[in-house]
Structure formats: C-alpha cells, structure tokens
C-alpha cells in the first residue's frame, strides 16, 4: 500500500483544512485508515482513525468535535476535515495504514505516508 496526502497549507486559527489521502494498492480495504501528526520537538500522536466500513471511527480524546475522518473506498481515499483549528494543532500530519488488532498508535501502523504540513497561526 503506498498512501500520498495533500491538503496542508497555512490556515489562520479557527479556520479549516481537508487533508486528503490516496492510497494504492488491492490492500487498500483490509486496512483501519488513520491520521497521525507530529510537532516539532514531540513524539507522533495518534490523531483518528477509520474502520474498513467507515461505521467505526475512533479519535483522540482532545480533538473529538473538531476533527472527522471519512474514507471512500471506491476512490481509494481518506479525507480529514479539520474544524476551529488551534495553533497547537500545528503538526506534520500523517495518513497512515493501520493494520487490524495492531493498535491505534504508531506501532500499529504498517505503512505511512510522507506527511503533509498543516501551519495555523494565532
């Protein structure tokens, strides 16, 4: 599975950014699609996640509200909306294939994608 996210850019607080995340691959539907980022001097952080179906969705406790994941699986393609973003939401942000049982964090993840930068100013 290769996976290339976009959407990032620079974006004042309280604005919005879709991330988008194509991915390659027959593999494409066995895996739980998530997003992760990582800020400058901090370790990667699990940010969501998506189940196969899309019926389950998982989230960081602290950004439940803001964020929302979908996939479409015809398209091969998961998206993250990105709502009131906040200065500390500034990160490299990850599309990542997470694979089943494996565990939403880094160590659960088997492939990842470059990462795509996403700058909110206060």
């Known amino acids: 599975v290769q996976l290339q996210a976009s959407g990032g850019g620079l974006v004042q607080a309280g604005g919005s950014l879709r991330l988008s995340c194509e991915a390659s691959?027959?593999?494409?539907?066995?895996?739980?699609m998530g997003w992760f980022r990582q800020a400058p001097g901090k370790e990667r952080e699990f940010v969501t996640a998506?189940?196969?179906?899309?019926?389950?969705?998982y989230y960081a406790d602290s950004l439940k509200g803001r964020f929302t994941i979908s996939r479409d699986n015809a398209k091969n393609t998961v998206y993250l909306q990105m709502n009131s973003l906040k200065a500390e939401d500034t990160a490299v942000y990850y599309c990542?294939?997470?694979?089943?049982?494996?565990?939403?964090?880094?160590?659960?993840?088997?492939?990842w994608g470059k990462g795509t930068q996403v700058t909110v100013s206060s």
């Open positions: 998506i189940s196969w179906t899309g019926v389950r969705q």
């Open positions: 990542a294939a997470v694979r089943v049982g494996g565990g939403l964090s880094p160590s659960g993840v088997d492939y």
């Open positions: 691959g027959r593999a494409f539907s066995t895996y739980i």
